[in-house]
């Protein structure tokens, strides 16, 4: 690694280090002659406090309070769908996936979404974090073109053969009970409404709820739209 590619938090946690050790070198010297010198003791001695406090302080700033939470990790930037225990952030972890499948994943060509893939847990996990990997790759600091590459050559063709391969010719219809499994612009994301209703059944009981037969006759169609357009 050279050292225009050394991590910048790298770079200021050595500084900040150094700097606290040249201070622990000062404070060390002013312990030796509070040592053999009586008279200063009362006044040094609080200088040498203070001296502590800041040093301390300086070295917290760089390297983190062990004492508090790390805040993206209470926030949960990392989470698991197949995990998902928390019904409202469920739904809204939900109703950001549909909009960027909508107007981001089905934009490429081989990115189709059979009807009932919100059916399947495993599917909606590996949408989920290639979601976030692309948010990561194009937001904040560390966005970086070579996350974007990675990305588009490694990332996204691996979820939609995985997807793919997990769903098979699959229909919403064998979500049933008794069932096998109890175009141009912006994509259209099938029975993206029972995405409410399936973050709450699944964060309530770790299951998929049962299709209505208004969503098995929403799938159909898309269904058979969707063989049309693939002739």
Same mark, same amino acid.
């Given at each position: 690694m050279t050292g225009d590619e050394t991590d910048p938090q790298i770079l200021a946690l050595a500084r900040g280090v150094e700097r606290v050790t040249r201070r622990v070198g000062n404070v060390?010297?002013?312990? /030796?002659?509070?040592a053999t010198d009586?008279?200063?003791?009362?006044? $040094?001695l609080e200088l040498l406090v203070q001296q =502590?406090?800041? $040093?301390?302080?300086?070295?917290?700033?760089v390297v983190g309070d062990p004492d508090e939470p790390d805040p993206d990790a209470a926030a949960g930037a990392v989470r698991s769908w197949l995990l998902a225990d928390n019904p409202e952030q469920a739904r809204g972890?939900?109703?950001?996936?549909?909009? +960027?499948?909508?107007?981001?994943?089905? /934009?490429?060509?081989?990115?189709? =979404?059979?009807?009932? +893939?919100l059916w399947h847990p495993a599917v909606?996990?590996? =949408? +989920?974090?290639? /979601?976030?990997?692309?948010?990561?790759?194009?937001?904040?600091?560390?966005?970086?073109?070579? $996350?974007?590459a990675d990305w588009h050559d490694r990332q996204r063709p691996g979820v939609v053969k995985r997807v793919s391969g997990a769903v098979g010719d699959c229909e =919403?219809?064998?979500?049933?009970?008794?069932?096998?499994w109890d175009g141009s612009g912006r994509g259209v994301v099938p029975l993206a409404g029972?995405?409410?209703?399936?973050?709450?059944t699944w964060t309530a009981t770790n299951t998929s709820p049962t299709p209505t037969d208004e969503q098995i006759t929403e799938a159909e169609t898309h269904d058979r739209a969707q063989h049309r357009n693939s002739r």
């Amino acid at each position: 690694m050279t050292g225009d590619e050394t991590d910048p938090q790298i770079l200021a946690l050595a500084r900040g280090v150094e700097r606290v050790t040249r201070r622990v070198g000062n404070v060390e010297q002013l312990v /030796r002659q509070l040592a053999t010198d009586t008279t200063r003791r009362g006044t $040094d001695l609080e200088l040498l406090v203070q001296q =502590l406090a800041a $040093d301390v302080t300086a070295l917290t700033r760089v390297v983190g309070d062990p004492d508090e939470p790390d805040p993206d990790a209470a926030a949960g930037a990392v989470r698991s769908w197949l995990l998902a225990d928390n019904p409202e952030q469920a739904r809204g972890d939900l109703a950001d996936l549909v909009e +960027w499948l909508g107007s981001a994943y089905l /934009r490429y060509p081989g990115a189709a =979404l059979p009807s009932c +893939w919100l059916w399947h847990p495993a599917v909606v996990e590996e =949408l +989920w974090w290639l /979601r976030n990997a692309h948010r990561a790759a194009y937001e904040g600091e560390g966005a970086s073109w070579r $996350d974007v590459a990675d990305w588009h050559d490694r990332q996204r063709p691996g979820v939609v053969k995985r997807v793919s391969g997990a769903v098979g010719d699959c229909e =919403l219809a064998r979500h049933a009970a008794g069932g096998a499994w109890d175009g141009s612009g912006r994509g259209v994301v099938p029975l993206a409404g029972a995405a409410d209703r399936i973050a709450q059944t699944w964060t309530a009981t770790n299951t998929s709820p049962t299709p209505t037969d208004e969503q098995i006759t929403e799938a159909e169609t898309h269904d058979r739209a969707q063989h049309r357009n693939s002739r």
